[in-house]
């Protein structure tokens, strides 16, 4: 099974940058695509960036476009997510997975962006 560890969450001022990593262990035969998910009190768990491991191809939702960035380290089973001019709405936890087929969810990261 793999294993999920989210990192690098914290408390910042709006305007200010964080990076989260997402560490992936256990048994990793061939993972196609991760995706960074984020979920704020009250509301469902939304997807925020996505990134195919192999050619290292993108996507992201439009409330963080051109904000955030994901990339990957196929070397060291690692994604990470650079979160630029954060926003209040910014603020939830973190959790990345794999893609098309989610294994258990880590602990997530908390990220709190105050006005």
């Known amino acids: 099974q793999v294993q999920l560890v989210e990192s690098g969450g914290d408390l910042v001022q709006a305007g200010g940058s964080l990076r989260l990593s997402c560490a992936a262990s256990?048994?990793?035969?061939?993972?196609?695509?991760m995706g960074w998910y984020r979920q704020a009190p009250g509301k469902q768990r939304e997807l925020v960036a996505t990134?195919?491991?192999?050619?290292?191809?993108?996507n992201y939702a439009d409330s963080v476009k051109g904000r955030f960035t994901i990339s990957r380290d196929n070397a060291k089973n690692t994604v990470y997510l650079q979160m630029n001019s954060l926003k209040p709405e910014d603020t939830a936890v973190y959790y990345c997975?794999?893609?098309?087929?989610?294994?258990?969810w880590g602990q997530g990261t908390q990220v709190t962006v105050s006005s």
């Open positions: 256990g048994t990793i035969f061939s993972i196609n695509a």
């Open positions: 997975n794999l893609r098309p087929y989610p294994v258990s």
């Open positions: 990134i195919n491991v192999s050619d290292g191809s993108t």
